[in-house]
C-alpha cells in the first residue's frame, strides 16, 4: 500500500471525454395518427394500446380530437352496452382501491374481464387524480384481464362525467364485461356515477359515535349496498355491530325504485374476506333487477336524462353566446337594480333576442 501512488475517486482522470447528455440512441417515438377505422377495428379487436389511445382522444381538448372522437363512439355505439356497470363510492381512507383490487381480481378469476375508470372531483383542484397519481391496484393493474384507468382532468364535473360515461362504452366494445366506476365520497360525484351504472356500492367504516355520521344521508338512499370494510383483527365485532346498526337505520328511509331491498356486508379488503358476498350480492341485484324489469328500465332513464341535460347544455351555450343578448344582460341589471324593472320583465325582454325563446304571439 505504501508505494502505491495516492488514488482518489475525486482525482481528475485525464483522457476521460465527457459523455454525450442526449441518449445518442434515443429516438422520439413518432406519434402516427389513426383514422376513425383504425380506431374503432382496434377497440373491437380488445387491442389494449388503441382503447387507451381512443380514450385519450376522448379526454382531448382539442376541437379536432373532439370531432374525431365523437365518429369513433357513434361507430362503437352499436358494439356497448354488455357490461355490468358498478360504481363504488367511500371517504377517502375507506379502503376503495384495496376493495377494487381484491374484489377486481375476485371478478377475473371468474373468467371476468374487468375496466375500472373513475371520476375524481378534486382533480380540478390539484391539477391532477389523487386517483390516478397514487400506485393504486398494483396487482390488478398488471392482471392480463383488468384494464385501469385514472380519472380524467377537467374544470367540470359535467364533463368529466361525459367522458368517462364514452370511456366505458368503448371499454365495453373493447369486450370487458364488468366496469367500475370509481369516486371519492365528498360531494357531488356521487350523483353523477349513479346516473351512469346499474350497482353503486357505498363502502364504510365501522367507526367510534354515530354510525350514520360521516357521509351524507343523501349518498346512502342512493346504495344498492352498503359494505362496511376493515372487518379484521381488533374490528371484526365492531363492523358486524355497525352491519346491524345500518340495517335497522335503512328501514327509515323511502323504499327503493327497484324493490330491492339495499344490502348491508362486512368485508376486509386486506384479507381478502367477504369480497365473494359482495360479489354474489352484485348478481343477485341484477338478476331481481333483470326479472322485475328494473334493470332496462333505469338504463333507458339514463339515457334519457344524458339526452335532455345535452339539449340544456346546448341551448345554454348558444343562447348566451348571442351577443345582443349579452348586451341587453348588461344593460337591465342595473334596472333591476333601480327597481324599474322586476326580474320577470328583465328576463322576458332578454328572452325577446331569441325567435326560439320568445313567447308565442297570440
Ligand atoms: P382509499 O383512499 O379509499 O382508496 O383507501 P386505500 O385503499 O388507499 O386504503 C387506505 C388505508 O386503509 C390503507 O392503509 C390500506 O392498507 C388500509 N386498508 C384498506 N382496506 C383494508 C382492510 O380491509 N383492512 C384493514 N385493516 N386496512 C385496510
Known amino acids: ?71 369513433v363512439i357513434e361507430k362503437i355505439l352499436p358494439y356497448s352496452g354488455n357490461s355490468l356497470r358498478i360504481g363504488i363510492t367511500g371517504v377517502p381512507g375507506v379502503g376503495k382501491s384495496t376493495f377494487i383490487e381484491t374484489l377486481g381480481k375476485y371478478i377475473t378469476s371468474q373468467g371476468n374481464k374487468i375496466a375500472v375508470l373513475a371520476i375524481d372531483p378534486s382533480s380540478e383542484r390539484t391539477k391532477g387524480s389523487i386517483l390516478g397519481d397514487k400506485t393504486r391496484m398494483e396487482e390488478l393493474s398488471i392482471d392480463p384481464n383488468a384494464f385501469i384507468r385514472p380519472s380524467p382532468s377537467g374544470h367540470n364535473l359535467g364533463g368529466v362525467a361525459r367522458k368517462t360515461r364514452e370511456s366505458m362504452i368503448l371499454c365495453e366494445a373493447a369486450g370487458f ?52 370494510n376493515k372487518a379484521d383483527g381488533n374490528n371484526i365485532k365492531q363492523a358486524s355491530w355497525a352491519k346491524a346498526q345500518y340495517k335497522s337505520a335503512l328501514h327509515l328511509f323511502p323504499p327503493t325504485d327497484s324493490g330491492w331491498e339495499v344490502a348491508v356486508n362486512t368485508c376486509s379488503a386486506r384479507e381478502h374476506t367477504g369480497i365473494d358476498t359482495v360479489w354474489d350480492t352484485i348478481q343477485d341485484f341484477v338478476i331481481f333487477t333483470q326479472q322485475n324489469g328494473f334493470f332496462l328500465q333505469q338504463r333507458n332513464e339514463q339515457l334519457i336524462a344524458i339526452f ?38 328583465a328576463g322576458s325582454k332578454v328572452l325577446n333576442i331569441s325567435r326560439i325563446f320568445a313567447p308565442p304571439k297570440r
Not at 475517486?9 to 471525454?17: D, I
Not at 377505422?37 to 382503447?51: A, H, S, T
Not at 357505498?202 to 354510525?211: I, K, T, V
Not at 341587453?328 to 341589471?333: A, D, G, L, M, R
Request: proline content about 4%; charged content about 25%; cysteine-free.
Open 1 to 71: 500500500m505504501k508505494n502505491q501512488p495516492f488514488q482518489s475517486a475525486l482525482s481528475v482522470q485525464e483522457g476521460v471525454e465527457q459523455p454525450s447528455q442526449v441518449n445518442p440512441n434515443f429516438r422520439k417515438k413518432p406519434t402516427v395518427d389513426l383514422s376513425v377505422e383504425e380506431y374503432v377495428k382496434g377497440i373491437l379487436d380488445g387491442n389494449r394500446v388503441i382503447l387507451s389511445r381512443a380514450i385519450t382522444l376522448i379526454e382531448s381538448y382539442n376541437s379536432k380530437h373532439a370531432e374525431k372522437a365523437q365518429r
Open 177 to 228: 364485461n364488468v366496469i367500475i366506476v370509481e369516486t371519492v365520497g365528498v360531494g357531488q360525484s356521487e350523483t353523477v356515477v349513479k346516473s351512469m351504472v346499474d350497482f353503486f356500492l357505498l363502502l364504510m367504516l365501522a367507526g367510534a359515535g354515530d354510525e350514520l355520521q360521516g357521509i351524507k344521508r343523501g349518498i346512502m338512499e342512493m346504495a344498492d349496498a352498503i359494505v362496511i
Open 308 to 345: 335532455k341535460e345535452w339539449i340544456n347544455n346546448q341551448l345554454d351555450q348558444y343562447f348566451y353566446a348571442i351577443p345582443e343578448v349579452k348586451t341587453t344582460i348588461e344593460e337591465v341589471i342595473p334596472l333591476i337594480k333601480e327597481k324599474t324593472m322586476t326580474p320577470y320583465q
